[in-house]
């Protein structure tokens, strides 16, 4: 079909719907015209060249909603354009779903348009080829996807932001289930990355449809709640933003004040989280003050805690240490007229740019250096997730870390040399130790606080000085795993706990091992490697320290391997009396993979016995134990062990 018969069967289809419908359509026309506001005619003809071409891919698909399929990727770029981004992120915006719900390949949009379009499309696009045990690993395979193809380009993230908003925005014809599912993703995941980019607007709008999707009875309560309360004191609403007016008036200041109140979800979330009754709120009207220079910022603080007084310790000064996100504003808490406690938040415009659109706002000037910090956030929590990539096991792993680390709560501590570092609120040490560098962490044993020791699980504020000490010998514990909260401290632990109980399993199953070969007077070195090599093939093993780690982990039976190894027909030269005389040797630093049962703790010098317990390894119990008897009872693995003649370890 050519370009002009497409254009022409989709306006047909279009002018069919509006019939239909009987109500106008935001169509390709009407944003093309919207787009001569910033973006060149040359542009232009692009971006709707790229229309023709997913208006022709998308023949007869339609939504739920029973409309042409296109509308959807017109207003996923129609979003984007109002933060005026780039003609190439447009025209990736429109063609965002022709590699998943169409027959268009990648290269085919290498060949038509070009390889960094190609590049967007592709890390928007859901994994739709692969084989998923659960709806849950298929979502974070695809969320992984999706944030490691921003770390290459940030554009996927607004794209998929913008895609997720139009969801949002037309989620109604969607089943109840499917509603919810959405939504919770939506709060969970998408929000908090928008807040974490910086992106207020589309981060409020998301956090709103989300909650009212999920949550709509509590939804209903609050929005009712806040009717009563604006009816109630509208007028000294607008008394106070007069008030403010008429001080930076005498003041000779100029600033644009705006007064708005909060939305629903971000109101929930602060009555839940500080157990608060709506009308104990500090915060549900704030007034956002706009100047022209940082200067005017502080000089208009003073005049407006002259005006009414502030509440003590609700003072926050994001301009000097801005956000993670590279969010910058002074925000305050006063004492209004009759008690109303109001939050005042003061910023330049080029400020509340930034606070509006974040990372976004950066690519529209990255050309004249401004917003660097907006730029300098967003390229530093990328590179972290590429950490936490490299240190999680798998796609749901990944997923979980990502969460952990979508904290809009932030505190500040320095290093020694007085750096700044900002830490997630209720970071602890080992937090901090691993945001200096991971082997920092992993060797990490104790820490000074403003110069006075402090245990490795001490939470962090506002301010402190922390010096941490480490020892080569050290390494991180799996109780760690409990108190930390950030996803780089977690994703670091967790990889060095792998690879240690790996080398841990690896040491256990060749002692296991040696035990069996004993039967045969032979060692694991006189064991051929045509014998190995032909185990490893029959059985799809990389290598035979996989072989080891199974064993000790009991997945594998040492007996069994032993006697695969050496053969059916190789003389046993011991009998199982003499086996039963040579008890494996427990040293106490077998570590991971070998755990003591907590029913009768075992401690060394007691008489001790030990099951295999699969994909676990070897639990030590003592002799007497009434587990350890059941378990031989019902034919349980067990071992002979004996404690090692000189302990070592704790």
């Not at 100047?291 to 005049?303: E, M, N, P, Q, S």
Request: net charge neutral.
């Amino acid at each position: 079909m050519s370009s002009a018969a497409t254009d022409q069967s989709v306006s047909a289809s279009i002018a069919e719907q509006q019939v239909t419908e009987g109500k106008p359509r935001y169509l390709i026309s009407n944003f093309c015209s919207d787009l001569e506001s910033y973006l060149p005619s040359d542009q232009i003809r692009e971006v709707y060249r790229a229309y023709l071409f997913g208006a022709e891919a998308h023949a007869g698909q339609k939504r739920m909603s029973g409309e042409p399929y296109i509308y959807h990727p017109i207003a996923v770029a129609r979003i984007l354009s109002e933060m005026h981004m780039d003609y190439k992120c447009l025209m990736a915006a429109i063609l965002h779903d022709v590699i998943e719900d169409t027959g268009t390949a990648k290269e085919q949009l290498i060949d038509l348009f070009d390889t960094e379009i190609a590049e967007l499309v592709d890390g928007v696009s859901k994994l739709t080829h692969l084989d998923f045990k659960s709806r849950e690993e298929m979502q974070a395979a695809n969320v992984q996807k999706m944030l490691l193809a921003m770390t290459r380009d940030i554009r996927v993230i607004l794209i998929k932001l913008s895609d997720r908003l139009h969801n949002m925005r037309t989620l109604g014809v969607m089943r109840p289930d499917k509603a919810r599912r959405i939504s919770r993703e939506t709060l969970e995941i998408y929000a908090p990355i928008a807040g974490r980019l910086g992106i207020y607007t589309m981060r409020v709008e998301l956090e709103k449809l989300g909650f009212q999707s999920y949550y709509p009875w509590r939804y209903h309560i609050i929005d009712e709640a806040l009717k009563d309360l604006r009816g109630n004191r509208k007028e000294i609403v607008d008394h106070i933003e007069s008030a403010i007016c008429n001080r930076l008036e005498q003041e000779d200041m100029k600033g644009e004040v705006i007064g708005r109140e909060k939305n629903v979800s971000s109101i929930y979330r602060k009555m839940r989280e500080k157990h608060l009754k709506l009308k104990d709120l500090a915060d549900v009207y704030a007034f956002r003050i706009i100047v022209d220079d940082v200067d005017t910022c502080y000089r208009i603080l003073g005049a407006v805690h002259n005006l009414y007084k502030p509440v003590p310790g609700k003072f926050k000064d994001y301009i000097a240490i801005p956000k993670a996100n590279g969010y910058q504003s002074l925000h305050t808490v006063l004492f209004g007229p009759h008690g109303l406690p109001i939050e005042v938040q003061i910023r330049t415009g080029d400020m509340d740019r930034v606070a509006e659109s974040g990372i976004a706002a950066h690519w529209l000037y990255k050309l004249d250096g401004r917003h660097e910090e907006a730029s300098n956030a967003a390229a530093g929590w990328l590179n972290n997730l590429l950490e936490l990539q490299k240190g999680a096991g798998n796609s749901e792993e990944f997923l979980e870390h990502v969460k952990v680390d979508l904290f809009p709560d932030e505190v500040y501590v320095f290093t020694p040399r007085g750096k700044i570092l900002k830490l997630p609120k209720g970071a602890t040490v080992i937090d901090f130790a691993y945001s200096v560098h991971s082997d920092v962490g992993n060797h990490c044993v104790a820490a000074r606080v403003d110069r006075r020791l402090v245990p490795l699980r001490s939470r962090l504020f506002n301010g402190q000085t922390v010096e941490i000490l480490t020892s080569s010998n050290a390494r991180p514990s799996p109780a760690w795993l409990d108190v930390v909260i950030t996803g780089k401290a977690r994703a670091n632990i967790r990889s060095y706990l792998k690879q240690l109980k790996n080398r841990e399993a690896v040491e256990l199953g060749k002692r296991l091992l040696e035990k069996e070969l004993e039967i045969y007077n032979a060692r694991i070195e006189d064991i051929p490697a045509a014998t190995i090599e032909s185990y490893l093939k029959n059985f799809g093993l990389p290598n035979f320290d996989a072989v080891l780690e199974d064993i000790a982990l009991g997945n594998r039976m040492a007996l069994m391997v032993a006697r695969h190894m050496m053969g059916n027909d190789a003389e046993i030269l011991l009998d199982d009396n003499e086996r039963k005389n040579r008890p494996l040797a427990i040293r106490g630093t077998e570590g991971l993979v070998v755990k003591y049962a907590k029913c009768c703790r075992p401690i060394p010098g007691d008489p001790i016995g030990a099951m295999f317990r699969p994909g676990t390894g070897i639990v030590v119990h003592q002799r007497d134990c009434k587990n350890l008897t059941k378990s031989n009872k019902k034919g349980v693995s067990w071992l002979d062990v004996q404690w090692e003649n000189e302990m070592e370890g704790e």
